[in-house]
């Protein structure tokens, strides 16, 4: 099924389709698959996993049984916390294709920046090199970690994978990364169902308008600044709702409406939080 969602290109001339599926936090094999496999049949053409989210065999399966041929589907994955290093950044990646099933990845990233990112990046840019990883990025870099890994490495980060929706845009870090040339990709693009985010009136009000929901009025909003979206369900209608946001746009007064919600403040965990760095840096025994 065509669902006619754009590319994005990375620097190095690569592609990524702006919509893709998340699956963090889906744990249940058969829930697993069966919200891959909806999505495939949906259209999406991109799935975002993680070692740490324990289900990569899982997406593998699913992705084989679909019949969607590999080569059409962009599958991204995450090196932990506690894989950083120069040798263990590549034994890590080999086990998330062995995981998968396949003998390359669409994208790598950096999940945290966390000790020794700068070893790791080194080790996936060799892999990039290698044709292993069709393009290289990081997740949760803040400004200050992006300016230190370009000043140590050879190849800039193609995306950095972000927490962000209305109450916390990333103004900032959105404007640098656009500057350098690095794709915006938010994760937590629904807020993670927290905090209400999805009744603000202004948002209910913009579906009413519309005639979409207030998640695709998100989706959308995220998709007009020019960012990938990563929507996590495993509900069936939710995934197909969440896909059907290329048939509209916002006016410019609309996305100012949605900017007012801006609050500056994450719901997640900090990429400054030293201590959550230290801890799941540690492998467990
Ligand atoms: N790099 C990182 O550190 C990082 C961190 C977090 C997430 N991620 C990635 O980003 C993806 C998305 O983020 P996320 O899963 O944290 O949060 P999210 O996609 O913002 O929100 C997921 C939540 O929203 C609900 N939902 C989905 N579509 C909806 C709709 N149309 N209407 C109402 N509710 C809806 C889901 O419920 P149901 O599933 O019950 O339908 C789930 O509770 C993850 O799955 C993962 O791949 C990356």
Partial sequence: MALNVPNLKFHNGAEIPQLGLG???????????????????????????????????????????????R???????????????????????????????????????????SAHYIESWKAMEELYKAGKIKAIGVSNFQIHHLEDLMAH?????MINQIETHPEFPQNELHDFMKQHNILHEAWGPLGQGKRDLLSQPVLVELAKKYNK????????????????????????SRIKENSEIFDFSLTQDDMEKIATLNTGTRYATSPDDEEFLRKTSVRPQ
């Fill in 23 to 69: 699956v963090y936090l889906v744990k249940d094999k058969e829930e697993l698959k069966t919200s891959v496999k909806t999505a495939l049949e949906v259209g999406y053409r991109h799935v975002d996993t993680a070692m740490i989210y324990g289900n990569e065999t899982f997406v593998g399966e699913a992705i084989k049984e679909s019949g969607v041929d």
């Fill in 71 to 113: 080569k059409e589907i962009f599958i991204t994955s995450k090196l932990w916390n506690y894989d950083h290093g120069y040798e263990e950044t590549k034994a890590a990646f080999q086990a998330s294709l062995d995981r998968l099933g396949t003998d390359y990845l669409d994208l790598y990233l950096i999940h945290w920046p």
């Fill in 153 to 157: 490495t050879e190849i800039m980060p």
């Fill in 213 to 236: 929901t207030p998640a695709q009025v998100v989706l959308r909003w995220h998709v007009e600044r020019g960012e990938v979206v990563i929507p996590k369900s495993v509900t069936p």
